[in-house]
């Protein structure tokens, strides 16, 4: 263990027989971590389950100190935590270090929320009654975390499931548990109670899965990550009518329209295809470009990909990394390869890629058509598929045809368009003229099969929290 990163995972994190983590830029191994089996997740579960009514009975303004504290330190530790996520999943260090900041925006914003969970008087229907409504904790919550974003998928759960009075444990991503538990050790440091958030590695996910759904305690999972495991989840708690919050997949197009800024436009897209090496639920899965300004968008887009710096995200800090495994390097090259063989073209030149890793070159391919299996799958990966349509309701058409429904972006100068077209797209987050929608402050969520439940703002707390309706009879006077 000679990276300084290290020295934020406590020693008995580790275990030379458990869950192997690998740096996808070269393969090289990290760490070797404990992986918990499902015995020792329903004790654990059991654990938080106990933890739960001391913390729950603290006052707002204690639990939201402790958060606050918490805060504090990973703003401390920013630069270990970050490179920890570089080494675990590749991501260039500027952006771990942009994601440690926005996990640790959600553990401030809900340490103030905390002490905003009100409850309502409600005007009575009878004399001599009166109405209240309490907000209480869920009870003990568990969430299944992606390796997307290794932080802030959790902190996003954790901070508001903390905040309401609950307690949670958290599957982390078996690919990225390492920032996972540099983030536990922090929260204990800064006073949250040992049994009440727990973060546990699991080699076997779906034996994860399996306790958090039937173990009778677990009143609520949090889940970020694919429809197909989402759909899984939802049969499986079915049994005992749990409340859950799904972050699924998506298939966010991208409308540009000819009155749009173009060099706006092509920030954006940038933004939103090639953040994390596309592999974000929320990024730009299709680009739907209009006839007028097609040519001229898919130019300046070539260009700005061409120009993009691949590699390893510890030397190439500001560049663009490798995916997350050579499993999805291949699986996006297959998309592109299916894509071309169908009448799509690779526009410009992508730029050089290392010969070893899990890398993916960054490319336009143009000639896209609906039918290809490019402009429907999640592609995860750094590929910019251009669709081109002629007038505002084909683009809706193209837009709208899709099970998926978490993020869209549009891009027109028109003000009467963008509200038409903003009120009629079929998802639960909309861009407009923005190509990055992400924060701690607005309800992140989708609809249809991207799932349900929002993350971040004051509708972030409530997922957590229960409504208890009390009607007061007898006050006659
Ligand atoms: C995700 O990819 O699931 C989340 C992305 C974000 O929060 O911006």
């Known amino acids: 263990m000679t990276d300084p990163a290290m020295q934020l995972l406590r020693p008995e994190y580790l275990d030379a027989t458990g869950l192997k983590v690998t740096n996808p830029a070269d393969g090289s191994e990290v760490a070797t971590i404990r992986s918990y089996n499902g015995a020792e997740l ?80 409600i005007p009575p229907h009878a004399a001599g009654k009166r109405i209240v409504t309490l907000r209480q904790p869920v009870g003990t919550c568990a969430a299944i975390t992606p390796w997307n974003f290794p932080l802030a998928m959790i902190t996003r759960k954790v901070g508001p499931a903390l905040a309401a009075g609950c307690s949670i444990v958290v599957k982390p991503a078996a690919l990225t548990p390492l920032s996972a538990l540099a983030l536990e050790n922090l929260a204990h440091q800064a006073g949250v109670p040992q049994d009440l958030f727990r973060v546990a590695p699991a080699i076997r996910s779906s034996e994860a899965g399996d306790v958090f759904c039937t173990h009778p305690m677990v009143r609520k999972i949090s889940f970020t990550g694919s429809t197909e495991v989402g759909k899984v989840i939802m049969a499986k708690a079915a049994d005992q009518v749990k409340r859950l919050s799904l972050e699924l997949g998506g298939n966010a197009p991208f409308i540009v329209f000819d009155d749009a800024d173009l060099d706006s436009a092509v920030d954006g897209a940038m933004a939103s295809r090639f953040r994390n090496a596309g592999q974000t639920c929320v990024c730009a899965n299709r680009f739907l470009v209009q006839a007028g300004v097609h040519d001229a968008f898919v130019e300046r887009l070539t260009a700005r990909v061409a120009a993009l710096q691949v590699g390893d995200g510890v030397e190439n800090p500001s560049g663009m990394g490798p995916l997350i495994s050579d499993k999805d390097a291949n699986r996006v090259a297959d998309l592109v390869k299916e894509a071309e063989a169908q009448g799509a073209s690779k526009a410009g030149k992508a730029p050089a890629i290392p010969e070893q890793g899990a890398f993916h070159a960054p490319l336009v391919l143009t000639g896209v058509t609906t039918d290809m299996a490019i402009a429907h799958e999640e592609i995860f990966g750094p590929v910019a598929p251009v669709i081109r349509f002629t007038d505002e309701s084909e683009a809706m058409r193209i837009a709208n045809d899709t099970p998926f429904g978490l993020a869209a972006y549009v891009y027109t100068a028109d003000f009467a368009r963008q509200w038409r077209v903003m009120e009629g797209l079929e998802y639960g987050m909309v861009g407009v003229n923005d190509g990055l929608i992400s924060t701690e402050v607005a309800p992140f969520g989708g609809v249809k099969e991207s799932g349900f439940g929002r993350e971040g703002s004051s509708h972030g707390l409530a997922e957590y929290m229960n409504i208890k309706y009390c009607l007061i009879g007898g006050l006659e006077r």
């Open 42 to 121: 329903t004790g654990i579960v059991d654990r938080a389950e106990a933890a739960r009514h001391e913390w729950a009975a603290r006052t707002a303004k204690e639990r939201s100190d402790v958060l606050r504290a918490w805060y504090n330190l990973m703003c401390i530790e920013a630069d270990a935590l970050a490179r920890l996520m570089t080494l675990e999943s590749g991501k260039p260090l500027d952006e771990a270090r942009g994601e440690v900041k926005y996990a640790a925006a959600f553990v401030e914003w809900f340490s103030e929320e905390a002490r905003r969970a009100y409850g309502e008087v």
